[in-house]
């Protein structure tokens, strides 16, 4: 694999992917290496609507700390809020480097279908679609090319890719 900087970037992305995973380097990846990767992505989204939580809380404590009380937010309001920072993590990540956390922890980055970052609409309108209707990333487990309902319907992919360096920015044409 060359990378367009030049040859002394080939071996430093040789020496990030590990050796029995050169192989799989640029495929699609599979529904078990994207599940994890999505389980990690909600896990640090919930941990961020906990934070924010723990950050309100202590706030009215101290400008109030006799008539304190834990506030309750709601259900409905917890779950609007995970779902909130779930998109906007999924879509700032892609847009700007392709890989989440967990897409990273697994060697995973999401592209275009010419292998590029994706674009920043193209990011929302993914992370919107895999936050709301997520049962659609299960067709990767019958499609012959790996590819979900979001990658079908917005031409992008997931790919393996455990270098370091991040594709070209996406190319903005004029229409």
């Not at 101290?62 to 809020?81: I, K, M, N, Q, Y």
Request: include cysteine; charge should be positive.
């Amino acid at each position: 694999m060359r990378h367009p900087d030049g040859p002394d970037h080939t071996v430093t992305a040789r020496l990030v992917v590990p050796a029995p995973a050169r192989s799989r380097q640029g495929h699609r990846a599979g529904v078990v290496t994207r599940t994890v990767a999505g389980a990690v992505d909600l896990a640090l989204a919930a941990l961020g609507v906990a934070l924010v939580y723990a950050a309100w809380v202590a706030t009215l404590f101290l400008l109030s700390p006799r008539r304190f009380h834990f506030p309750e937010p709601g259900t409905g309001r917890l779950v609007t809020a995970l779902l909130l920072v779930l998109t906007a993590y999924l879509a700032f990540a892609w847009a700007n480097t392709g890989q989440t956390y967990g897409d990273r922890l697994l060697g995973l980055r999401v592209v275009d279908r010419h292998g590029r970052r994706l674009g920043p609409w193209r990011a929302l309108a993914r992370a919107v679609l895999c936050v709301l209707v997520p049962v659609l990333l299960f067709w990767v487990a019958l499609s012959r090319q790996n590819r979900s309902v979001q990658d079908i319907v917005l031409r992008t992919c997931v790919i393996y890719d455990w270098t370091v360096h991040s594709p070209p920015p996406a190319v903005r044409t004029r229409r």
